[in-house]
């Protein structure tokens, strides 16, 4: 019997068997595809992934496939610049550029073998779950192979990450809810040739006219995208042809410029699952949620899925915790996932607005906002932060949000944070708080194995300063970080620390 079975080799499963893999959890993981998928989808990651992508080893390996993003310059009816969305300055808070543009195939490739290479992880590629059964204590899945060979496997648990058309959660009988965004879209990658390069804009834009609304991305070297609505009278099988396509990009490009690399219609939806959760079976990624792409979270709202999960089987697993552990991952991501698509549509309705009316009353009403003067806003302040499950109680300001990753001084050169302290549980202290804070953490050291950290402690310089600034601006005196890197916990007493380190043990 596995530990862990996941259905899916994407990003979002192989993130998950990946993160099991590396606590040493027998994973077994399955694909029906034998490849991965030679185009483009995902194009847009941030900081918190790269953290995830540098737990599980592979940040250097993949940079070759990756560029910062550029701004985002978004443009009204009359042609004038009416927002821009952008990154925050430097030094960045997670040790790593905050929005990135990537290719898809090289990084996933990257990540499977990665993956693979894995003692505690069984993969099986070209088969696909045909039938699954749940018992109190185990799950059992039939994966059939593409000659319909099948054989079974049993697991504790079994994640679902397969997709938007989820087998798993179908069966189990898990129910989407519908967040009212419902577009169809053309989705165009392409890749530019130098003199197309000459021409095209050197900044990611939205093009917010009501007759056609579009987004342009700049990707990694020559890779650029287009998301171009779909009018009413139009059939998006037809537009996603060659000559439809051309027709479109006419005003960017001519076909002796570019090479078309993929095109394809979409129904853009903003779905989210009713539970995440069905006894053993946990939906992530796609099985879990959709929506617009409008600042590119797709891939990384599955990956965050995972990354929040997985900690929590974990513990479980090696009874650091009781299974009710495992219930805050659908409060705690249902919340995350079902904030942040209101935020994305939001967006997307201020890129689509069709009305022209409406439209410039939009224009108005932004450039009124910042009095004339556009002025950038970081992407990373539409991040919600997280609420309830596995946080403390009380409600301080940096409850649920991520904990940052500085540059840390060493005799060769800095690494990041992580790097030293590792990915378990950590407690960050102020560098002048006295030894009551480490005899309260000490209790906790067996259950959480607990790593305690002061501020500017021998070996422990950091470069940049950001550790710093977040004490300063959250005005505390400790934070307790979770495996995943989110505060569980800002603290200006010991006995306050005392109190949620009980509270934490199983």
């Keep these: 019997m596995f530990d862990v079975a996941v259905v899916g080799f994407g990003p979002t499963g192989a993130v998950a068997a990946g993160l099991l893999g590396l606590q040493g959890i027998r994973t077994f993981v399955c694909d029906e595809q ?3 998928y030679d185009k483009p989808r995902a194009i847009a990651l941030d900081h918190e992934i790269m953290r995830v992508f540098q737990q599980l080893g592979i940040a ?3 940079e070759p496939f990756m560029e910062p993003f550029t701004n985002s310059e978004f443009y009204g009816v009359d042609g004038q610049l009416i927002k821009c969305m952008s990154t925050v300055a430097p030094p960045y808070p997670l040790g790593f550029s905050p929005s990135l543009v990537f290719t898809q195939p090289a990084l996933e490739a990257v990540l499977r073998q990665r993956v693979s290479g894995m003692p505690s992880v069984q993969v099986k590629l070209g088969h696909q779950v045909t039938a699954l059964q749940t018992s109190d204590d185990a799950v059992s899945i039939t994966v059939t192979n593409a000659q319909g060979h099948s054989s079974q496997v049993t697991a504790r648990f079994l994640i679902a990450c397969d997709g938007a058309s989820s087998f798993v959660r179908k069966q189990v009988g898990i129910e989407l809810e519908d967040l009212g965004f419902d577009e169809p879209w053309l989705v165009v990658d392409v ?15 939205q093009y917010c006219e009501p007759q056609r609304p579009c987004t342009y991305v700049i990707g990694p070297k020559n890779h650029r995208r287009w998301e171009i609505a779909i009018n009413p009278n139009e059939d998006p099988k037809q537009m996603a042809t060659p000559e439809a396509t051309w027709k479109l990009l006419s005003r960017w ?10 095109q394809a219609s979409y129904q853009f939806h903003a779905l989210v699952a009713k539970e995440w959760r069905h006894k053993r079976v946990f939906i992530a990624g796609d099985a879990a949620h959709q929506q617009p792409p409008f600042l590119g979270q797709g891939m990384c709202q599955g990956i965050r899925d995972a990354a929040n999960l997985c900690w929590k089987l974990a513990h479980v697993l090696h009874e650091r915790a009781s299974d009710a552990l495992l219930d805050s991952y659908c409060t705690e991501r249902k919340g995350h996932v079902t904030e942040l698509t209101s935020r994305i549509k939001g967006i997307g309705q201020l890129v689509g607005q069709r009305d022209l009316q409406k439209a410039r009353e939009r224009d108005a009403r932004l450039l009124a906002e910042c009095g004339g003067q556009v002025k950038p806003t970081p992407r990373q302040n539409v991040q919600p932060a997280l609420v309830g499950g596995c946080l403390d109680s009380a409600k301080h ?7 940052p990753q500085a540059w840390i001084e060493q005799a060769a050169s800095p690494v990041r944070m992580d790097d030293l302290l590792g990915c378990g549980w950590r407690l960050l202290l102020q560098s002048d708080v006295d030894t009551s804070w480490e005899q309260a953490a000490a209790a906790a050291q067996p259950s959480l194995s607990l790593k305690v950290q002061r501020l500017n402690a021998p070996g422990f310089q950091e470069s940049s300063g950001v550790l710093a600034s977040w004490f300063e601006r959250m005005g505390c005196q400790a934070a307790l970080v979770r495996p995943d890197h989110y505060v569980y916990g800002a603290f200006n007493n010991a006995q306050d620390l005392q109190a949620a380190l009980m509270v934490l043990k199983p």
Excluded: C, H
């Excluded at 890749?191 to 834009?205: D, H």
């Excluded at 490009?253 to 993929?262: H, K, S």
């Design 191 to 205: 890749k530019v040739n130098e003199k197309g390069m000459a021409k095209l804009p050197k900044v990611s834009m």
């Design 397 to 403: 300001l940096a409850v649920g949000t991520l904990f």
């Design 60 to 62: 250097e390996a993949i």
């Design 34 to 36: 034998t490849e991965v």
């Design 253 to 262: 490009l001519q076909p002796d410029e570019a090479t078309l690399w993929r």
